[in-house]
């Protein structure tokens, strides 16, 4: 992964490799973004091909990383791979403070078609500069790019150039690439080929220049607050490669940061001094008498609650009144009518279990307007209710006489 010419010497990362299982040896720049790509194929070597002749092995591999006799990495570094198909890259951005202090990664590779595992040691050695700090530091975040796409020599060496156009500064580094799920974005939507963003630092050794200084602006801050996109000169140097949101651009001068300096004691060595035997409390310890907690905690609620049952239970079961009493209290005319309605209820559903079927009033008995005569409706004595039409027809009755009808002249016919 090698940057293009005109940027050999940003990013310094010389490593040593060795198909051997000897360690391989890195040697990163303290304050420069640090790259090692956990390459797939130097690990296919360690496991057996596929049993088939002439196949071609693509065995889904997954690397674990982590500091020697920790399970995890140090804060600096960080690891992603996107799938068991793909390489894995550790990338961060060493301090200072790990200036001569080897640190020793250990890569464990998974074969999920086998189930066998390879292990390497990567020896991070982390080398000073005299370039470092750089003063003058830019952030940007990129919102067409995830951390991998970015950590890309190409993509990365296109992005310093531009930047580099636009600054104009005589040195230029990437000091450190974060992913945007790790300032607390959001995963985006699977559509669209949406990408998560990354911010991107870089430092410089001159002043800002005026495009980069131009989101300050009042009236950039102002479209900024209404989330709009701000008036960058610059912009179309890096749209067509690298959607830059400017709104979240820090430019930071680290001369002027003021350290801030906090009154921490010393760390200890960790290690208890010598006070001399450790004498334990005497057998003669008086015991403790637990009965006052008894009575309080399970005594008193019980009683308590005894009490309340035995009142409960004589006003329920004591102190009912009863029929008797209730109908000696009870006015004689109330009985009466209660006595009454009680009577013609019960008679009304003794007459309705005792008829064949009940009728609606639309199916009652006809009177016979002429004659007199009432005519009976028409159902058999087995006809179902659920059947029986609201209105009845009077017709094909034997009984029945036709009331006759008017004539146009006046006269009556039957």
């Excluded at 002439?54 to 500091?67: A, K």
């Excluded at 799938?83 to 001569?100: E, K, R």
Aim: charged letters at 20%; glycine letters at 6%; one cysteine or more.
């Amino acid at each position: 992964m090698a940057l293009p010419d005109v940027f050999v010497g940003l990013i310094v990362v010389v490593t040593i490799l060795s198909k051997s299982h000897a360690d391989r040896n890195v040697y990163p720049s303290a304050g420069v973004l640090f790259v090692h790509v956990l390459e797939r194929e130097y690990f296919k070597g360690e496991f057996p091909p596929y049993p088939k002749a002439g196949d071609t092995s693509n065995d889904p591999i997954t690397f674990n990383t982590n500091l020697r006799g920790f399970p995890d990495r140090p804060g600096w570094l960080r690891y992603i791979q996107r799938t068991s198909h793909s390489d894995g890259v550790l990338y961060g951005s060493p301090t200072a403070d790990h200036v001569g202090k080897p640190t020793i990664i250990e890569i464990t590779a998974y074969n999920k078609r086998t189930f066998e595992t390879a292990r390497h040691n990567l020896v991070i050695n982390i080398m000073s500069t005299e370039e470092f700090p750089l003063p003058y530091q830019a952030e940007f975040y990129i919102k067409n790019m995830n951390v991998e796409e970015m950590l890309a020599s190409e993509v990365l060496g296109d992005f310093l150039g531009a930047v580099k156009n636009v600054w104009q500064p005589e040195r230029l580094n990437a000091i450190n690439i974060t992913s945007a799920l790790d300032r607390g974005g959001r995963v985006p939507l699977p559509i669209n080929d949406l990408k998560e963003g990354v911010y991107v630092m870089v430092g410089a050794d001159v002043q800002f220049s005026s495009c980069l200084r131009e989101v300050e602006t009042p009236q950039n801050q102002l479209r900024c607050s209404q989330e709009m996109e701000p008036v960058i000169s610059c912009d179309k140097k890096f749209r067509a490669q690298f959607n830059i949101d400017w709104c979240k651009i820090s430019l930071v001068d680290i001369t002027k940061v003021v350290p801030v300096h906090s009154n921490r004691p010393d760390p200890g060595t960790g290690v208890l001094p010598d006070i001399g035997e450790y004498n334990p409390p005497s057998e003669s310890l008086k015991s403790r008498d637990y009965f006052a907690d008894f009575l309080i905690t399970l005594a008193v609620p019980s009683a308590v609650a005894t009490v309340l049952f035995i009142i409960l239970g004589y006003s329920m079961c004591c102190r009912r009144e009863g029929v008797e009493k209730r109908n000696m209290q009870t006015p004689d005319i109330q009985l009466v009518h209660h006595s009454s309605i009680q009577k013609s209820t019960k008679e009304l559903r003794g007459m309705s279990k005792n008829r064949e079927i009940s009728w609606p009033l639309s199916t009652l008995p006809v009177f016979h307007p002429v004659s007199g005569e009432v005519v009976p409706p028409i159902h058999p004595d087995n006809y179902e209710t659920t059947s029986m039409p609201l209105m009845q027809t009077q017709t094909n009755l034997q009984n029945q006489i036709q009331i006759p009808q008017q004539q146009t002249s006046g006269k009556w016919y039957s």
